[in-house]
């Protein structure tokens, strides 16, 4: 069965603080890992990791996959209000069905506050 | 913009009734996905379709079906509601090969009582 386990589940820092999040794995047939950003609607879509060690990177936020040790981490540097959000990791993985989408295993979510 | 909308922000039920979850998109999606959040859970998913009259069973189908006859519209039924599918249910969306990026609509919260 696959399983995403993410850590902190929540975590509380002040505005302009530097924060690291973790997302550890196991997967049958690992195809991609992905970052979502979910406020008080549906998830938005962050990055999506397929290869060890390349970092994706859109503004402030930057993410990195190391499929050796099975985890990625999500870093938010000069952290505004604006980021407090749950941030969900989940992975994808190649489908048996051959269908082309097997639907995505998620991890709880770390709850990120930021205050002023 | 993708747009996925689903039949209802909000729903009261009964412990017994038949529920339909109405999801629409409007991007020719071959993919479309049911989950439902629940606190301290995550996202969980239910059923997924890669093409119309196809579906596959998720993490947790039990006490759910799908219908998929149409391309642009993916229903989640439950036969008969119990209190503990109680939750927020999230539809989402996406091309074929592309399961990773997924439009996601803004979610029915059901209450079975």
């Known amino acids: 069965e696959d399983k995403v386990v993410q850590s902190p589940l929540s975590l509380v820092v002040h505005e302009g603080d530097t924060v690291t999040l973790n997302c550890s794995y196991e997967?049958?047939?690992?195809?991609?890992l992905l970052w979502y950003k979910q406020e008080k609607k549906a998830p938005t879509f962050l990055f999506m990791l397929t290869s060890s060690g390349i970092e994706k990177k859109s503004g402030r936020l930057s993410s990195i996959l190391d499929k050796k040790e099975l985890f990625s981490i999500l870093n938010i540097t000069a952290t505004q209000t604006g980021d407090s959000a749950v941030y969900l990791c989940a992975v994808e993985a190649y489908s048996y069905s051959g269908g082309g989408a097997d639907g995505l295993t998620f991890g709880k979510g770390t709850h990120l506050i930021i205050q002023p | 913009d993708v747009k996925v909308t689903q039949s209802s922000r909000y729903l009261v039920k009964r412990t017994g009734e038949k529920v339909f979850l109405e999801c629409v998109q409007d991007?020719?999606?071959?993919?479309m996905f049911w989950y439902r959040q629940d606190p301290g859970l995550g996202l969980r998913l239910i059923y997924f379709s890669y093409d119309v009259k196809m579906k596959e069973k998720g993490d947790i189908p039990e006490g759910y079906s799908v219908s998929r006859e149409k391309k642009e519209r993916f229903s989640l039924i439950l036969e008969s509601a119990s209190t503990n599918q109680t939750s927020m249910y999230l539809c989402?969306?996406?091309?074929?090969?592309?399961?990773?990026?997924?439009?996601f609509g803004p979610g029915t919260r059901l209450t079975v009582t």
């Open positions: 997967v049958t047939n690992f195809r991609s």
């Open positions: 991007m020719d999606h071959e993919n």
């Open positions: 989402a969306s996406s091309a074929p090969g592309q399961a990773y990026e997924q439009y």
